[in-house]
């Protein structure tokens, strides 16, 4: 049971456009979110996070927005660079668990191309 | 200055073999993760600690065992390793266990293969 879900195994987009990854999830407790950059042969590294009280939170080039009614969130980046090649990992927790638990969707391939 | 670091970084193995993976954490973090991504490149998670102290325990074999000697370190141990076993497995830290951001700092994996 895949908690959170990733639907789309990978995007192509091109250089300087906007990159729209999504992520879904069915759990109602998740009230963090998170998502990860991976790139080959190394760990993920957090990019950003968003907490279920707010619906949007920006840093840069990178915009999270969640959309709680729906179980919705999604990764935008723009403008996008080639360096953003990468696998892309949405996360959610359940703070309330007191646990740090967790649950990672499938990832996203993202493709910039120049 | 790596903040998360595991060795080795590649194990090939025999089946049935025992072996570990060490994991060092020099972030001061309280809590240490093991994560396991398969074949098909889900991240799951093996185990938790905090301050020593077993948080999490996932639906793992009994063959896999962590040990933290100290709060800066999670090893993972192995027994009669199966096929079943090859993957990588990423250690992971963070701040704190609760009441904040649980933002997790991984390490760079430890690609396992058992023949």
């Known amino acids: 049971d895949q908690q959170v879900k990733q639907n789309s195994p990978s995007l192509s987009v091109q250089e300087g456009r906007i990159s729209i990854l999504n992520c879904d999830y069915t759990n109602s407790m998740f009230d963090y979110f998170l998502w990860y950059k991976k790139y080959p042969a190394e760990g993920p590294t957090f990019l950003i996070s968003?907490?279920?009280?707010?619906d949007k939170n920006e840093d840069g080039r990178f915009t999270v927005f969640l959309n709680k009614s729906a179980k919705h969130l999604s990764l935008h980046i723009v403008p996008s660079q080639p360096g953003d090649s990468a696998v892309y990992f949405c996360?959610?927790?359940?703070?309330?668990?007191?646990?740090?638990?967790?649950?990672f969707g499938q990832g996203t391939t993202l493709q910039v191309k120049p | 200055d790596t903040a998360v670091s595991q060795t080795p970084k590649y194990l090939v193995t025999q089946m049935g073999n025992d072996k570990s993976i060490k994991c060092e954490q020099n972030l001061g973090h309280d809590t240490m993760y093991w994560y396991k991504q398969d074949s098909k490149k889900f991240l799951k998670i093996m185990f938790s600690?905090?301050?020593?102290?077993?948080?999490i325990n996932e639906t793992v074999p009994n063959r896999f065992s962590p040990k933290s000697p100290d709060k800066a370190h999670l090893n993972l141990h192995i027994n009669s390793l199966e096929l079943g076993d090859s993957a990588v497995y990423f250690c992971a830290s963070s701040p704190q266990l609760a009441g904040g951001p649980n933002e997790q700092f991984f390490g760079p994996g430890t690609r396992l293969t058992v023949l």
């Open positions: 968003i907490s279920s009280i707010k």
């Open positions: 996360a959610a927790s359940a703070r309330s668990s007191n646990t740090g638990k967790l649950i």
């Open positions: 600690y905090n301050n020593k102290e077993l948080i």
